[in-house]
């Protein structure tokens, strides 16, 4: 039925994984943004619009060509590929000049294919993911180094030619390894461990003969994951344009040990725990307990 001002209130989206994850058990999330208000539920992904667009093809390409793109990418570093899919599924659109007469019903669209579920027991997150907070681009340079990422996280390329892509990639952006670590707010000697790490060691998976012989170690290989994926978002984020508020990453944004900081609070605890039965000051004394284990 022909409408004389069409008016899109509203775009829903299915979530789509692949059989690594499910969404299912999350709880609802609201997000309030400046375009739109976000509710996600029982894996759906409802859009409600502030802006007037007419049509459904101008609200979706609003909503997705930054927004939904970039939400995918987030969760895609997080968590690897197919774990965050938003495929669109219908619109709702008004008129907000109706002929007279009974007020007809809203316009209702639905696209896209059935969601493929398995029936596998993935790990099943307590939370949906956060929509994107920090304004990013995904330029092609971008994305070549994601894509690269994912292939790896999917187990199509090894992770020693996949970082060395990428940094070769932040430097050619830059015009060299010097320029990248100034214009990306990237420490030097992040950049040259990943060079190292990249050329000298990885095992059956070196790109070069003088690593074949030398495997990663766990922690290694934790740096070089998480180094990437550090790198990859610092590029869209620089790409989107300059933020006096960026912070350079260095090797301790990267390096922090979840085991360590276990151990420390164990070893508060325990010392919690004595300082109450001995009387001592619990604050002073899970203190010292702390900064002990921190110089370790």
């Known amino acids: ?20 994850i499910d969404w299912s058990r999350a709880a609802p ?14 894996g759906r992904v409802r859009f409600d619009l502030k802006e007037h667009f007419a049509t459904e093809e101008e609200a979706r390409f609003f909503v997705e060509a930054v927004y939904v793109r970039n939400w ?6 997080k968590r690897g590929p197919d774990a965050f899919r938003l495929r669109f599924d219908r619109s709702d659109i ?14 209702s669209a639905r696209s896209g294919v059935p969601t ?39 187990g ?14 932040l430097e050619q952006m830059a015009g060299s390894r010097h320029n990248a670590a100034a214009t990306f707010c990237i420490s030097k000697k992040v950049l040259g461990r990943i060079g190292k790490l990249s050329t000298v060691k990885g095992g059956s998976s070196a790109r070069k003969a003088i690593g074949s012989n030398t495997v ?53 605890s325990r010392a919690v725990r004595y300082a109450v039965r001995s009387g001592e000051d619990v604050c002073l ?12």
Do not use: W
């Open 116 to 154: 493929v579920r398995a029936d596998l027991a993935p790990p099943t997150p307590a939370e949906f993911p956060e929509p994107p907070r920090t304004a990013i681009k995904r330029s092609p340079d971008v994305d070549s180094m994601y894509d690269r990422y994912l292939r790896y996280r999917g």
């Open 216 to 268: 990663y170690t766990e922690e290694e290989e934790r740096f070089l994951k998480s180094a990437i994926r550090m790198l990859i978002h610092r590029a869209a984020e620089v790409e989107q344009g300059p933020d006096p508020r960026r912070t350079r990453i260095t090797l301790a944004d990267i390096c922090r040990n979840p085991i360590r900081a276990l151990v420390v609070v164990a070893a508060i």
């Open 29 to 42: 999330l609201s997000v309030r943004e400046h375009s739109f208000d976000i509710r996600v539920e029982k």
């Open 1 to 20: 039925m022909k409408m004389n001002d069409p008016h899109v209130v509203g775009l829903e989206y299915r979530i789509e994984h692949g059989p690594g």
């Open 72 to 77: 995918e990418f987030e969760v895609g570093l």
């Open 285 to 296: 004394r899970a203190n010292e307990v702390s900064f002990g284990s921190v110089r370790q």
């Open 156 to 169: 199509g390329e090894p992770l020693p030619s996949m970082a060395c892509y990428c940094l070769t990639m």
């Open 94 to 107: 008004v008129d907000r000049n109706p002929p007279p007469g009974p007020p007809p019903l809203g316009f």
